[in-house]
């Protein structure tokens, strides 16, 4: 099992943005994917998930309307993406494989992101 | 929203030694918990899930107990690839699973 996500971005804040986690080694319609922020320096934050089967997706209240996440079941890759973003999503983001039966239990190297003027 | 809250923040402890950590989640998470360590530059690992089962790989050292509001995370006798920052997770509470704050367990 590998979770491959894209590289650092370095944006402007209002620019748009879509990252990546490529998933290898299961089915990929048969695990919910989950997203996790990280800002600098500080703690873990769950921002949501997604079924890639049929687009089932939540998410954490602090993100609703914030972030947009979504999958391509025919690369097996999930996305997280942005339509304007601010100084405030600079961060690591995570995607993790998970199930109600084991948690997260795979997880991606992480995607840097920076929003600065 | 469920609240999970760690403690101690750091935990100072020798090699060799037992390390103890704390979390308690504000409602019941039933045994929907998981322990996850972090080092400095990497992703988290999953070490335990459903309170007290290890993950595939994880050393015997480690272990899970608690159910409800109150988990521990043990592990027996630290090594020095041990001290790292260690985060719990709720996922009872669908879909907002929340994480507490995380210990920072460093050599004494």
């Known amino acids: 099992v590998q979770l491959v996500q894209s590289g650092a971005e370095v944006k402007k804040p209002g620019e748009s943005l879509k990252i990546s986690c490529k998933c290898s080694?299961?089915?990929?319609?048969?695990?919910?994917i989950g997203w996790v922020r990280q800002m600098p320096g500080k703690g873990l934050e769950w921002m949501g998930i997604?079924?890639?089967?049929?687009?089932?997706?939540r998410y954490s209240p602090s993100f609703q309307g914030q972030v947009t996440i979504s999958t391509d079941k025919s690369i097996s890759t999930a996305y997280l993406q942005w339509s304007s973003l601010k100084a405030s999503d600079t961060a690591m983001y995570y995607c993790?494989?998970?199930?109600?039966?084991?948690?997260?239990?795979?997880w991606g190297q992480g995607t840097l992101v920076t929003v600065s003027s | 929203e469920i609240v999970m809250t760690q403690s101690p923040a750091t935990l100072s402890v020798s090699p060799g030694e037992r390390a103890t950590l704390s979390c308690r989640a504000s409602?019941?998470?039933?045994?929907?918990l998981a322990w996850y360590q972090q080092k400095p530059g990497q992703a988290p690992r999953l070490l335990i899930y459903?309170?007290?089962t290890r993950a595939t790989g994880i050393p015997a050292r480690f272990s899970g107990s608690g159910s409800g509001t109150e988990f521990t995370l043990t592990i027996s006798s630290l090594q020095s690839e041990d001290f790292a920052v260690y985060y719990c997770?709720?996922?009872?509470?669908?879909?907002?699973?929340?994480f507490g704050q995380g210990t920072k367990l460093e050599i004494k």
């Open positions: 993790a494989r998970h199930s109600a039966a084991v948690a997260s239990d795979y």
């Open positions: 080694g299961y089915t990929f319609t048969s695990y919910w």
């Open positions: 997604i079924y890639p089967r049929d687009s089932d997706t």
């Open positions: 409602q019941s998470v039933s045994s929907n």
């Open positions: 459903g309170a007290s």
């Open positions: 997770q709720q996922y009872n509470n669908w879909p907002q699973y929340t």
